[in-house]
């Protein structure tokens, strides 16, 4: 049995407690709340609430950290100097300097830091990873990715927040990047909502060429791929893809999105690869080398924006 | 009003030759191809007569040319048109150089003829209503635009740069670029490039990635890759995501089509339904040169998307953005 501990506040923390009661050989040991609020969801009343410095040596093997990105980092190295595992929404850090100084901190004390959140354990991404892997589409050529969704409400690095997704995968099945020019546009809408736009172009070490768009100027959560090589294509479009559509006399038509229907959610898979890891069944899938690597392109990206121009990926730098 | 055409080197040209054929003020009357045996057979084909000499066919009756001759020839072409005295529709791009534009745009007007560039894409339905909803301002202002414009790999003079000018950039940014200027009105800043050779054995770009910021600050990728594999169920597409301060409008150009799974080849097609944009297109350039009015797509306008893709070469070459000159 893993002994776990979960760390948060509001709506998230319910989500996450409720998938996690779905995992097996998990118990749920502790809450430990990210704010000041008394109150717990009925759901979790029978769990202990506690401060982070009144859990006991050895009384949790993992803390699951659902904070916002700013809280994060101190929080992943707090955890890791009580020896406790973490797993921790993506990203996880800031700045290339708070990664590398996180990463050291969990390597130092010896605890695994697991990334949730990332497109590895979604199917339709897995599949297409598999294709690729299997030389489906033969040598790539260009990689379209997209994903967008509702402007977050508050300041947020877009490069950071929608693209980590896009790029800890593309990084995962197409390997290094050479060196990524990017552009962005932050506006409002009449009602004075935020609306942000971004894109990149990826020039990949095998130099192929992926460009990557990242919006939240949706009204929804999208996502679609295109991969093109010299002997073949893949294409997805979360938008063309859900297996059920609902039209009723309300006038807008109701969609499910494709990866909601599933047997076991996207983020219990997640969270049951945790389990693996911890117990030694599975290897880490994402590897802190490859946290390391996403965070430089992002950062890249960013810098990109500021200069007009296309910066290169340092190589090598693993932590 | 009798037309002539002046080389079937591009495919375009059998569909534009169709609709002027079955048009009610047109008449396809001549026709000349460095390809002879091309030429003939497109002559019998259009019930026109076919000129072994193209100084021969610009001498005779007729009032307008149609230029689909490879890209690199468009100049000579044109001028020699222009110098009979022929309006003239020439497939695009204008030119393969900035400067052989300015010479054909010059003598076109020294002449008086039109010049009128082929960019059907502004005579796509989905496209023109795209056009009236951007400008109700239903979408808010326009921050960015995520273009493609795909094709297949066309082969044959399409990849021999002394005749195209170039591969799958010279191909296809222009198609986009003429619909943004046009929708928006507005010109491009700065542009950054990277293209490469990656589907085929050829010695041309056969795929990349172009960045454009306009003078309005509107940010624009274009995909003019030519990555649509052989099984693809047709040519190409154009698509716009058009991302809005109010919505976002994606458009599918080529979307009025059924699919069909064909099990006699053993492919899947698409099976288009829309308007036909080249009609639209020819009758466009038909009205234009009856009424004398000013052509609705100009040599300026095919110009300055040959501005946009040089200065795509130019940045690919550096590896650095470049600023759009417009001459």
Same mark, same amino acid.
């Given at each position: 049995m893993i002994s776990i501990g979960l760390l948060g506040s509001g709506k998230q923390l319910e989500q996450r407690f409720e998938a996690w009661?779905? =995992? $097996?050989?998990? $118990? =749920?040991v502790a809450i430990v709340k990210?704010?000041?609020?008394?109150d717990v969801p009925k759901q979790m009343k029978d769990v202990k609430v506690k401060n982070f410095e009144d859990?006991?040596?050895?009384? =949790?093997?993992l803390i699951d950290i659902c904070v916002p990105l700013d809280e994060r980092a101190a929080l992943i190295r707090q955890a890791a100097q009580f020896s406790v595992n973490v797993a921790c929404d993506i990203?996880? *850090?800031?700045?290339i300097e708070e990664m590398i100084s996180v990463i050291k901190v969990c390597q130092a004390n010896d605890v695994h830091l697991f990334p949730v959140g990332?497109?590895?354990?979604s199917p339709v991404y897995q599949n297409a990873t598999q294709q690729v892997l299997d030389g489906a =589409?033969?040598?790539?050529g260009v990689m379209r990715l997209a994903y967008g969704d509702q402007h977050p409400g508050h300041a947020a690095d877009i490069f950071l927040e929608l693209g980590w997704h896009q790029l800890d995968w593309l990084l995962a099945t197409f390997g290094d990047v050479d060196h990524v020019i990017a552009k962005q546009v932050k506006t409002t809408r009449a009602s004075g909502q935020s609306v942000e736009y971004a894109v990149m172009t990826v020039r990949m070490a095998d130099n192929s060429i992926a460009h990557v768009e990242l919006s939240w100027a949706e009204t929804q959560r999208t996502y679609s791929f295109e991969f093109t090589g010299d002997a073949g294509m893949l294409e997805f479009d979360s938008c063309a893809s859900q297996p059920i559509t609902i039209h009723t006399d309300k006038p807008v038509l109701s969609k499910r999105s494709?990866? *909601?229907?599933?047997? /076991?959610s996207i983020l219990e898979r997640q969270l049951a690869h945790i389990v693996n890891g911890l117990t030694g069944v599975? *290897?880490?899938? /994402?590897t802190p080398d490859a946290l390391l690597k996403v965070m430089r392109v992002a950062m890249a990206a960013r810098q990109s924006v500021e200069t007009g121009k296309p910066v290169y990926i340092e190589r090598g730098g693993s932590v | 009003m009798k037309i002539g055409v002046i080389s &079937? !080197?591009?495919?375009h040209a059998y569909a534009y030759a169709d609709v002027v054929a079955n048009h009610p003020n047109a008449e396809l009357t001549a026709i000349w191809d460095d390809d002879a045996t091309r030429g003939q057979e497109a002559a019998a084909q259009f019930n026109a007569h076919f000129y072994q000499d193209l100084d021969t066919l610009l001498t005779q009756d007729i009032d307008a040319v149609i230029v689909c001759s490879e890209n690199a020839r468009h100049k000579e072409h044109v001028l020699k048109a222009a110098q009979q005295k022929k309006h003239i529709l020439c497939e @695009?791009?204008? !030119?393969?150089?900035v400067a052989d534009a300015l010479e054909m745009i010059q003598a076109c007007e020294d002449h008086s003829v039109t010049l009128q560039v082929a960019y059907p894409v502004r005579f796509i339905p989905a496209i023109r209503e795209t056009k009236d909803i951007i400008q109700s301002g239903e979408?808010?202002?326009?921050?960015a635009v995520n273009a493609t414009n795909h094709g297949q790999m066309p082969g044959g003079w399409f990849v021999e740069k002394e005749l195209s000018g170039g591969g799958s950039a010279t191909d296809h940014i222009v198609h986009i670029m003429d619909a943004l200027r046009w929708m928006f009105q507005d010109e491009a800043k700065s542009v950054y490039a990277e293209f490469d050779t990656r &589907?085929?054995?050829?010695?041309?770009?056969?795929c990349g990635s172009v960045l454009l910021e306009m003078e309005s600050g509107m940010v624009v990728s274009i995909?003019?890759?030519?990555?649509?594999?052989?099984?693809?169920?047709?040519w190409g597409n154009v698509t716009m995501k058009l991302i809005g301060t109010e919505g976002t409008l994606y458009v599918?150009? &080529? @979307?009025q089509h059924a699919l069909y799974y064909n099990d006699k080849e053993g492919k899947l097609s698409e099976q288009p339904w829309a308007d036909d944009m080249n009609e639209q297109l020819i009758s466009d350039f038909i009205d234009c040169v009856k009424t004398?009015?000013?052509?609705?797509?100009?040599g300026v306008d095919g110009l300055r998307t040959l501005e946009v893709v040089k200065g795509a070469y130019a940045s690919n070459d550096i590896k650095k953005p470049v600023q759009i000159e417009h001459t």
């Amino acid at each position: 049995m893993i002994s776990i501990g979960l760390l948060g506040s509001g709506k998230q923390l319910e989500q996450r407690f409720e998938a996690w009661t779905k =995992i $097996n050989h998990v $118990n =749920i040991v502790a809450i430990v709340k990210s704010d000041d609020q008394d109150d717990v969801p009925k759901q979790m009343k029978d769990v202990k609430v506690k401060n982070f410095e009144d859990l006991k040596s050895g009384e =949790i093997d993992l803390i699951d950290i659902c904070v916002p990105l700013d809280e994060r980092a101190a929080l992943i190295r707090q955890a890791a100097q009580f020896s406790v595992n973490v797993a921790c929404d993506i990203p996880i *850090a800031q700045s290339i300097e708070e990664m590398i100084s996180v990463i050291k901190v969990c390597q130092a004390n010896d605890v695994h830091l697991f990334p949730v959140g990332t497109l590895r354990f979604s199917p339709v991404y897995q599949n297409a990873t598999q294709q690729v892997l299997d030389g489906a =589409i033969g040598q790539p050529g260009v990689m379209r990715l997209a994903y967008g969704d509702q402007h977050p409400g508050h300041a947020a690095d877009i490069f950071l927040e929608l693209g980590w997704h896009q790029l800890d995968w593309l990084l995962a099945t197409f390997g290094d990047v050479d060196h990524v020019i990017a552009k962005q546009v932050k506006t409002t809408r009449a009602s004075g909502q935020s609306v942000e736009y971004a894109v990149m172009t990826v020039r990949m070490a095998d130099n192929s060429i992926a460009h990557v768009e990242l919006s939240w100027a949706e009204t929804q959560r999208t996502y679609s791929f295109e991969f093109t090589g010299d002997a073949g294509m893949l294409e997805f479009d979360s938008c063309a893809s859900q297996p059920i559509t609902i039209h009723t006399d309300k006038p807008v038509l109701s969609k499910r999105s494709s990866d *909601a229907t599933l047997t /076991v959610s996207i983020l219990e898979r997640q969270l049951a690869h945790i389990v693996n890891g911890l117990t030694g069944v599975e *290897a880490p899938l /994402v590897t802190p080398d490859a946290l390391l690597k996403v965070m430089r392109v992002a950062m890249a990206a960013r810098q990109s924006v500021e200069t007009g121009k296309p910066v290169y990926i340092e190589r090598g730098g693993s932590v | 009003m009798k037309i002539g055409v002046i080389s &079937f !080197a591009h495919l375009h040209a059998y569909a534009y030759a169709d609709v002027v054929a079955n048009h009610p003020n047109a008449e396809l009357t001549a026709i000349w191809d460095d390809d002879a045996t091309r030429g003939q057979e497109a002559a019998a084909q259009f019930n026109a007569h076919f000129y072994q000499d193209l100084d021969t066919l610009l001498t005779q009756d007729i009032d307008a040319v149609i230029v689909c001759s490879e890209n690199a020839r468009h100049k000579e072409h044109v001028l020699k048109a222009a110098q009979q005295k022929k309006h003239i529709l020439c497939e @695009k791009p204008i !030119a393969t150089e900035v400067a052989d534009a300015l010479e054909m745009i010059q003598a076109c007007e020294d002449h008086s003829v039109t010049l009128q560039v082929a960019y059907p894409v502004r005579f796509i339905p989905a496209i023109r209503e795209t056009k009236d909803i951007i400008q109700s301002g239903e979408m808010g202002e326009i921050i960015a635009v995520n273009a493609t414009n795909h094709g297949q790999m066309p082969g044959g003079w399409f990849v021999e740069k002394e005749l195209s000018g170039g591969g799958s950039a010279t191909d296809h940014i222009v198609h986009i670029m003429d619909a943004l200027r046009w929708m928006f009105q507005d010109e491009a800043k700065s542009v950054y490039a990277e293209f490469d050779t990656r &589907f085929y054995d050829i010695a041309v770009e056969d795929c990349g990635s172009v960045l454009l910021e306009m003078e309005s600050g509107m940010v624009v990728s274009i995909d003019p890759s030519w990555s649509r594999p052989n099984v693809y169920p047709t040519w190409g597409n154009v698509t716009m995501k058009l991302i809005g301060t109010e919505g976002t409008l994606y458009v599918d150009a &080529f @979307k009025q089509h059924a699919l069909y799974y064909n099990d006699k080849e053993g492919k899947l097609s698409e099976q288009p339904w829309a308007d036909d944009m080249n009609e639209q297109l020819i009758s466009d350039f038909i009205d234009c040169v009856k009424t004398g009015r000013k052509p609705s797509i100009s040599g300026v306008d095919g110009l300055r998307t040959l501005e946009v893709v040089k200065g795509a070469y130019a940045s690919n070459d550096i590896k650095k953005p470049v600023q759009i000159e417009h001459t």
